[in-house]
């Protein structure tokens, strides 16, 4: 994949209100849990959002991965801090894990079923995590009509 990310799929407004409808495009309809921590993602200027589907390549230890690039320091801070009140108070989850958020170029949320990776610009380009997923459904999600 040496030029980089081909998604499968763009998953836009629409078809995420479809999804949650239960009428989805995709072959696996995302669950509420991740349906919602990539709302807010969106709804808190996250870029380059990807959903890649797990359960099919047999990975066998979670089903979703959701990728996001954010754009500081304190928007990653924000982002974990969003992302568990919405997770906790919806669903009463706390993630398993929180990681690498000390760092601040790449924080792992670990739901068990879905993982958040929330990157800065540049640890997304560095480590470029789609790509190890080539075999998988791979959704970009983005505001486009």
């Given at each position: ?8 799929m ?5 078809e995420?209100?479809l999804i ?30 990807i959903?890649?589907n ?7 230890f979670?089903?979703y991965?959701?990728l ?7 928007h ?11 997770v906790?108070?919806?669903?009463s989850l706390?993630p ?6 000390d ?13 958040v ?8 380009h ?14 970009k ?5």
């Open positions: 994949m040496g030029e980089g990310i081909n998604p499968g763009v998953i836009h407004q629409k995420i209100n949650r409808n239960k009428e989805s495009p995709l072959k696996d309809p995302f669950p509420e849990l991740l349906i919602d921590i990539v709302e807010v993602l969106k709804k808190h200027h996250t870029k380059d959002i959903v890649i797990c359960k099919e390549v047999g990975n066998g979670f089903d991965l959701v996001g690039t954010c754009t500081s320091n304190r990653m801070e924000a982002l974990v801090e969003y992302i568990c009140e919405e906790e108070k919806k669903f706390t398993y894990s929180i990681t690498g958020l760092a601040h170029m790449w924080t792992c949320l670990d739901y068990l079923d879905v993982i990776h929330i990157f800065s610009e540049d640890a997304r560095y480590y470029k995590i789609e790509e190890l997923w080539g075999d998988a459904e791979i959704v999600i983005t505001d486009e009509r």
